[in-house]
Nanobody, 115 residues
Framework: QVQLVESGGGLVQPGGSLRLSCTGS????????INWYRQPPGKQREFVAL???????NYATSVQGRFTISRDNAKNTVSLQMNSLKPEDTAVYYC?????????WGQGTQVTVFS
């Protein structure tokens, strides 16, 4: 049974930082691309960042230069370092792994950036 568990969300002031983690069980992160998505209040879920098998990364324009995605295959974990946070980064952040035609999602972790 595949399970993705996100952690690290919380409350932070603008300009602050948070580090999110996604740990997988029942699935090998080493063999998959891993994505982070987010869903702001009242809006649709949107892509944030991805890291592929080879460590190549891609980011949404809105987070480019502020967020960094990384992976630790030994721990089966992917992290999202978020710096210079803005109120518009407020959202529930989800880890996503597409594998063999199926989509696996975590339960999400809330990030709130408030003034």
């Amino acid at each position: 049974q595949v399970q993705l568990v996100e952690s690290g969300g919380g409350l932070v002031q603008p300009g602050g930082s948070l580090r999110l983690s996604c740990t997988g069980s029942g699935i090998s992160f080493r063999d998959n691309a891993i994505n982070w998505y987010r869903q702001p209040p009242g809006k649709q879920r949107e892509f944030v960042a991805l890291i592929n098998l080879y460590g190549t990364t891609n980011y949404a324009t809105s987070v480019q230069g502020r967020f960094t995605i990384s992976r630790d295959n030994a721990k089966n974990t992917v992290s999202l370092q978020m710096n210079s946070l803005k109120p518009e980064d407020t959202a529930v952040y989800y880890c996503h792994v597409p594998e063999s035609g199926r989509d696996y999602w975590g339960q999400g972790t809330q990030v709130t950036v408030f003034s």
